[in-house]
């Protein structure tokens, strides 16, 4: 099955989807015929005509009134201080830091997941996604390894995206989906490829911590060291320090191991209405990042997500996708980072 969609077929795999009250879902590719409609942590598959309704020529689902779908009303979105127990309160359901000075619904666990759904459908057309491939040159040993279905060997670092926040394997709920890296290693199984992987990656990490950590990945000497940070670091941006720590993550690297390669991630935009993860300081790490990589040597290459995953909200909203409200993916979104990857360094053998 495919991780997202097969262009070929016009097929859409578990789109997620979250129900607001009296407001239609939208797809994120008008849909000729749904398939299935479910939510799998409840383990519930829901029924056309009377769960819901396609409508907009294609473009959303409606949720009838008797509907048995999971629905919110916009208003649990965002709560009030007497509703609020803020993070870190070990029973965490919002964070401060929405506009105006509210709280901003949050969850680590299962809140959204059991008010989406996940929609299989068949698309009237899906238009190719705008995702850079891989440079010509760039990465050269990966390649030749991956191309040879030789095994390769990944260490991944960064913050809680890639530890797995949110992933339901990681939250221990059906379907037990892993994080974008066992998805990687899953996919790449499926094609004869052992890819072997540390996730090495800690939440609540910035980029400049990571050598500050380095006992924990540096003596791994994989043949790829992801590098996956930047949503912790997107309050205060500032460019050139955050570059600054990549090279020195690179400099330390090849000391122990001269022949890593760098996969640099662009990762995914936060909660547009939490300043924590201003959407300009997002497009400023993105563009410092690709520039950044495309200075550096042939061992060094960026992939963009942040890129696909604008590709997906053209249309759809932030909380369609989100795992905790403000940072996190959802299962769908983790697999928006494995696809991306995925593709980046195989187009061929994971075409978007």
Known sequence: MCLLWNRHEKLVHQESCLFLEGEASPLRFPAQEILSVKCPILGVEYREGKDYLLSQGGAALVRPPDSGMPVLPRSAL?????????????EANAVEGGRGGTFLRFSNQDFFARHQVEVTYRAKEIPLPPLS???????????????RRKALSATFIGDSITEGYNATEFIHQPPFLPPYPGLMAREWGKKGVHFRFQNRA?????????MELKDKWREDQP????????MNDL???????F???LAQIQE???????????????????NPDWKYTPLLHSILLRDAVRQYADNAPP?????????LWEFMLHGKRFHDLTGNGVNHPNDFGHRIYAAALLNFLAPEAFPL
Do not use: W
């Open 78 to 90: 965002i709560l009030s201080a007497e509703e609020a127990k803020p993070y870190p309160h070990p």
């Open 235 to 241: 309050y205060a941006f500032q460019p050139q320090a």
């Open 223 to 230: 043949q790829l060291l992801v590098i996956a940070y930047g």
């Open 299 to 307: 061992d060094t290459a960026a992939v963009d997500v942040f890129q």
């Open 202 to 210: 800690i939440g609540g990490t910035e980029a400049r911590q990571a």
């Open 243 to 245: 570059l600054e720590n």
């Open 133 to 147: 491939l891989l440079t010509p040159g760039r990465l050269p040993l990966c390649r030749q390894a991956l191309a």
């Open 252 to 270: 330390d690297c090849r000391k122990a191991s001269p022949h890593t390669e760098y996969l640099l991630v662009i990762p995914m935009r936060g």
